[in-house]
């Protein structure tokens, strides 16, 4: 019955840990909210950033795992190529050591013990989450809430293992694994793919070695291994990418798997001549964190200048091209979910594909436009423009899809009002695309009536079109940018588009009332200038979400 209760104590002591991480990661995400945004600027700047990036990233997140899965989305999509990826794979590495030295704070000294002040920051956390309502302060209370459980769980394992501490059975074990590296190697990697995470893994290694039970060549083979098992978590999630992605996982996988080869014949020559004092020493889970450290940053030295013959090395393994996609494919493949595991990337990404939607339906607008002034337009053009709008409401769907599952993580309230905004501009770049789906069916009336405007006519639409056209391009460069003076010309525009729609709905119909003008003309034209009108209402209703946001 104790073994069952001690069991219970582990396991139970493991899920507050890895819950408390979970909770920490999501506040610490919360806090960095616009800084996040930033890095991903710097993602495709150049591979020492994207070193930077990685390990900053990993970091705040507190999961490689999370971090290289998010890369191969990035990858996947076309945001990063394999030179940048291999650098924000090397970065995550190196960010990841630091919940080992979260772990291994319990040895250095008194005050660091979990149990000195990890119930004090729990408390803290939870009088501010009852009693505040500031957002910033509960996004506080999230990190302080998700530190103290992570250190009372350490606690909870470090004290259900520590009867175990005399018992020759963990002896014996961590004896066989020091003594055998292909098994110790064997076993981290084992251990950290089940469980897919090596932070998780690495901090149950530190339990075990806070109560003296483990080996210094056990813990250096089993960290080993835990380098090599976190890549699984990535190559699963690469199954359904595209090859250029997969190589991305590959491209982990060969760099862990080098590190942990030469660290691994380094490890075991040395404890068989000059380390030989060391064989049966007990590690400190301060040691796992100092050779955890040394051993990622080490390896990205090695490898770093070895970027390119690590691609071309995942090129060997995974053979063949990417077929070429075509336009739809291209932003299916962008609303990939694995950015997802970073809200703030997440959101980003989401506005990068809302521009993107924009121009399309911008294309559509221009082409509308010129084949109702064109003289003599052909039944191409309407064809081609209702297939484009078609394709707007599939990626209209898509979009909102993608954006609903963006609400309901975790996100700052200035990330769920963005996301909420691009849920209103997703409908209002729709209803651009059903306006120049209007302009195709007045081409296709001029068509069968064998129509066209008069001189006078064609030149003031085609000089309101350039406004328009203008005020819409400018209100996606505004949500695009987030500048407040494609802002101010997109409201000045629109004022000038309505003025504009009066005073040519007036002339034209003195041009009517004169018999300068056919009726049939008249009736396209007035629905052409008012279906123009919309769009600018739409301009500036998406340059007026952007604007709440600043």
């Known amino acids: 019955m104790e073994h069952m209760t001690n069991l219970f104590s582990f396991v139970g002591g493991l899920g507050m840990f890895l819950f408390g991480m979970n909770i920490m990661a999501d506040g610490l995400q919360q806090s960095a909210g616009g800084k996040m945004k930033q890095l991903l600027g710097y993602l495709t700047n150049n591979r020492v950033l994207g070193v930077l990036v990685g390990a900053l990233v990993t970091a705040i997140i ?48 008194a005050f660091f013990k979990p149990e000195t002040f990890a119930p004090l920051l729990l408390g803290i956390g939870a009088f501010i989450l009852l009693f505040s309502k500031n957002k910033k302060s ?32 963990f002896t014996e074990a961590f004896a ?64 359904g990418a595209n090859r250029t992605a997969k190589r991305a996982a590959v491209i982990h996988f060969t760099f862990n798997m080098f590190g942990a080869i030469l660290f691994g014949i380094l490890a075991t020559i040395g404890f068989h001549t000059f380390l030989s004092g060391m064989l049966t020493a007990s590690v400190t889970s301060t040691g796992i964190s100092i050779f955890h450290t040394i051993f990622n940053v080490t390896n990205t030295l090695l490898l770093f200048p070895f970027a390119g013959a690590l691609v071309k090395l995942s090129e060997l393994i ?147 079109c350039e406004t328009v056209e203008k005020c819409y391009n400018d209100a996606i460069a505004a949500r695009e940018t987030e500048e407040l003076a494609y802002i101010r010309n997109v409201v000045k525009l629109e004022d000038e588009v309505d003025t504009m729609e009066e005073e040519l709905r007036e002339k034209h119909i003195e041009r009517l009332s004169s018999g300068k003008c056919m009726a049939e003309v008249g009736v396209v034209f007035l629905d052409a200038i008012s279906n123009l009108e919309r769009v600018a209402d739409h301009a500036v209703n998406i340059a007026g979400y952007v604007k709440d946001e600043l």
């Open 318 to 464: 995974i053979r063949g091209e990417d077929e070429e996609l075509d336009e739809e494919e291209v932003i299916l493949h962008h609303l990939d979910e694995r950015i997802l595991e970073t809200p703030s990337f997440a959101v980003e990404n989401a506005v990068k594909e809302v521009v993107r939607m924009g121009r399309i339906a911008s294309e559509n607008l221009k082409h509308a436009m010129d084949g109702l002034i064109i003289e003599n337009p052909n039944e191409s053009i309407i064809e081609e423009i209702i297939k484009k709008e078609a394709f707007i409401n599939r990626i209209e769907k898509r979009l909102t899809e993608y954006l609903i599952k963006i609400s309901n993580l975790s996100l700052t309230e200035a990330q769920i009002r963005t996301v909420n905004n691009l849920f209103y501009t997703v409908s209002d770049i729709e209803r651009v695309g059903d306006h120049a789906e209007n302009l195709a069916e007045f081409i296709q009336y001029r068509i069968d009536h064998k129509i066209s405007f008069s001189e006078s006519a064609r030149n003031e639409f085609l000089i309101m």
């Open 138 to 169: 509960l996004t506080a209370a999230n990190v302080l809430i998700g530190f103290g459980l992570l250190f009372i769980g350490l606690s909870g394992m470090s004290s259900a293992i520590k009867v175990y501490r005399d018992s020759p059975i």
């Open 176 to 239: 066989t694994l020091g003594g055998n590296p292909i098994l110790g190697i064997l076993t981290g990697a084992v251990v950290t793919a089940i469980i897919q995470s090596s932070s998780a893994s690495v901090g149950i290694l530190q339990t075990l070695a806070l109560n003296g039970i483990v080996s210094w060549p056990a813990a250096i083979y089993i960290t080993l291994g835990q380098n090599i098992g976190t890549c699984v978590t990535a190559l699963l999630s690469s199954l």
């Open 62 to 109: 507190q999961s490689s795992s999370a971090t290289t899965v998010m890369v191969v989305g990035f990858v996947n999509a076309g945001i990063l190529n394999l030179i940048q990826a291999v650098g924000v794979i090397m970065g995550a590495n190196i960010g990841t050591t630091i919940t080992a030295w979260l772990v291994s704070a319990s040895e250095w000294g």
